[in-house]
């Protein structure tokens, strides 16, 4: 009896150690997961979740209560990229379940808790038993949506900054020729001026002495000459051409202001009190040439109180808003000769400033509503956009600025964004 108490306390304590040395092991894989650099799950023989890190839960904004003992695939790649089911026997998981095969993917689309999406680079292998039997599989993957959103920030700040010297150089450039160009304009017309009044003394002249024949040759002389300068042409068209210049060089002069207001390239590295009607202004002055053939600009700024941001950034959101209507109304019109309408407000509501782009454009379909801020999601042609612009434009508004950029839209009738400024 003794012996057989003996053996089983000997069992018992076997089991204890057993135990204790699974939890360990539990525990180091537990730690080996979260230490491991990429996204790392693991799913058994159906595709069910057994484990994930906190990268992978991180990356699909899920809790480990979201995602454990549910289906892989149905709750993160269920969906391609264009919006189609994504089969599960068409996944890599599943054909490394089948067959033991391992896989490669890069670039293939994961899914949020959120229903956005971002751009993967992943590796799957099966997992085999004690007797070479495959029980499941593993996951591991990298968000590269990241990586590229922070490649195309740098490439786009460079970008920026390089736009925003070559303006402060164009604007300095331009600037001191239309200065003595506008100088000597005014002084030509004013000069001109004097010379009419100068012919007109002349012409009183000219009648108080005719009949006087010794006056009469050089009459005749006067008259002759005023018919080979046509004076009476002159005296009709000059002064207009003089306008038309003089409103020419302050329409480059205004450029000019606007290149200067926009190239706020030290203005990008503090925030600093603006006056956010004057870089709506100065935006639309520089992006005149994207919306002109295609659409009316309306405007209809408010009184706002100075906020602080950093100025590039802002015009810079402001100008891709004004470009994607332009490209929408663009789309909408076709061949037609008739032109859109994009209206630029600004208004004071509550502790926001708010700034609205609002088009008569094509609209957003409901089905791709929830991705337009995905990053490097477009639905324009090739040449037109890269997908970058609002995804920027968010990052710049909600996360540099801790304000909201929202739409509303329906189709065939246009779209409006919605800027929210927080007024410190």
Excluded at 60 to 69: R, V, Y
Excluded at 297 to 309: A, D, M, R, S
Excluded at 314 to 324: A, D, E, M, T, Y
Excluded at 380 to 390: P, T, Y
């Amino acid at each position: 009896m003794s012996e057989d108490v003996n053996d089983a306390q000997i069992v018992e304590r076997r089991i204890e150690r057993l135990h204790e040395a699974l939890t360990q092991v539990l525990f180091q894989n537990k730690m080996m997961l979260n230490w491991v650099n990429g996204a790392v799950i693991t799913v058994d023989r159906e595709g069910n979740v057994l484990t994930a890190n906190e990268t992978a839960l991180h990356a699909l904004n899920l809790s480990a209560d979201d995602f454990i003992g549910r289906h892989c695939h149905t709750t993160m790649h269920h969906t391609t990229d264009d919006g189609g089911e994504y089969p599960w026997e068409f996944c890599p998981v599943f054909a490394a379940i089948e067959d033991g095969s391992s896989h490669h993917v890069d670039g293939d689309v994961f899914w949020k808790k959120d229903k956005s999406s971002f751009s993967a680079d992943y590796i799957v292998s099966p997992i085999r038993d004690e007797n070479n039997e495959i029980s499941g599989a593993t996951l591991i993957f990298r968000n590269l949506t990241e990586q590229r959103i922070q490649e195309a920030k740098r490439i786009h700040g460079m970008k920026l900054e390089s736009i925003g010297e070559l303006s402060a150089g164009i604007a300095h450039e331009i600037n001191t020729p239309i200065q003595f160009i506008g100088s000597n304009v005014s002084f030509l017309k004013e000069a001109f001026d004097d010379l009419l009044e100068l012919a007109n003394r002349y012409g009183k002249l000219r009648d108080s002495v005719k009949g006087r024949q010794a006056f009469d040759d050089l009459l005749a002389q006067i008259a002759e000459q005023e018919e080979i300068v046509d004076l009476e042409y002159l005296q009709d068209e000059a002064p207009k051409a003089f306008e038309q210049t003089i409103h020419g060089v302050d329409r480059v002069t205004s450029l000019v202001l606007g290149l200067k207001g926009f190239a706020h390239v030290q203005d990008n590295e503090h925030k600093s009190s603006a006056n956010l009607n004057e870089i709506i202004q100065n935006t639309l002055i520089v992006c005149t040439n994207a919306y002109k053939y295609v659409a009316e600009l309306e405007t209809e700024l408010g009184e706002l109180p100075l906020v602080k941001v950093f100025h590039g950034d802002i015009g810079q959101v402001i100008l891709n808003l004004v470009v994607n209507a332009a490209h929408a109304i663009e789309d909408k019109k076709g061949t037609s000769s008739e032109m859109g309408r994009i209206t630029v407000r600004s208004f004071q509501e509550g502790d926001q400033a708010v700034i609205t782009v609002s088009d008569t454009g094509c609209g957003i379909p409901p089905g791709i509503r929830e991705r337009i801020f995905d990053p490097f999601y477009t639905t324009k042609a090739v040449g037109r956009g890269s997908g970058q612009g609002l995804t920027i434009s968010r990052t710049i508004i909600n996360d540099k600025h801790g304000g909201d950029l929202s739409f509303e839209s329906t189709v065939g009738q246009g779209s409006t964004f919605t800027i929210r400024l927080p007024i410190l």
